[in-house]
């Protein structure tokens, strides 16, 4: 499980603001904690109701953040999200289920995060964690690996 307490994870039955606001927190938290520098931050999401709430857009201008919305309909503009939740349903939630509870769901969810982030295999890193204590250095580029968005990009979207 995941010590910091911005870390935990939180699951809903319904497109809430405050959940979506939760995820924004934690990552300005978890930014500002590691001296990660906010000018200029973009948040990508979707057109979700959640992300177009007054309550949301007011906190990205809080931070002076820009906000990007993806195209209607477009799965495309946020690939990068729509990959990690299409792994996140196949490898928790159909694996896992049927889920008796909500609090068995956020359970998993927590340690599936922690599991992803820290010991799973990701052949975009030459099948290594994510972890950097357990990556070797990047000795050439991968010709395959394109990135649009901008270095200092943030998304909460829900499984991203």
């Not at 490898?91 to 599991?115: C, H, M, Q």
């Not at 295999?121 to 991968?142: D, F, K, Q, V």
């Amino acid at each position: 499980m995941c010590s910091p307490a911005w870390s935990s994870a939180q699951v809903a039955t319904s497109l809430y603001t405050d959940l979506a606001l939760d995820a924004l927190e934690m990552a300005i938290r978890r930014r500002r904690h590691t001296g990660t520098d906010l000018t200029g931050l973009t948040h990508h999401s979707d057109r979700g109701v959640q992300y177009r709430a007054i309550r949301y857009t007011e906190r990205l201008a809080d931070e002076a953040a820009v906000a990007s919305v993806g195209s209607k309909e477009d799965s495309y503009d946020n690939a990068l999200a729509e990959a990690f939740n299409s792994l996140f349903k196949a490898e928790l939630i159909r694996n896992k289920g049927p889920w008796t509870s909500i609090n068995d769901v956020e359970i998993a969810v927590a340690e599936y995060i922690d599991w992803f982030n820290q010991r799973r295999l990701h052949g975009e890193l030459g099948h290594t964690s994510p972890r950097p204590s357990a990556r070797p250095p990047i000795t050439r580029p991968n010709p395959l690996r394109h990135s649009r968005k901008p270095a200092n990009s943030l998304s909460t979207k829900p499984g991203a």
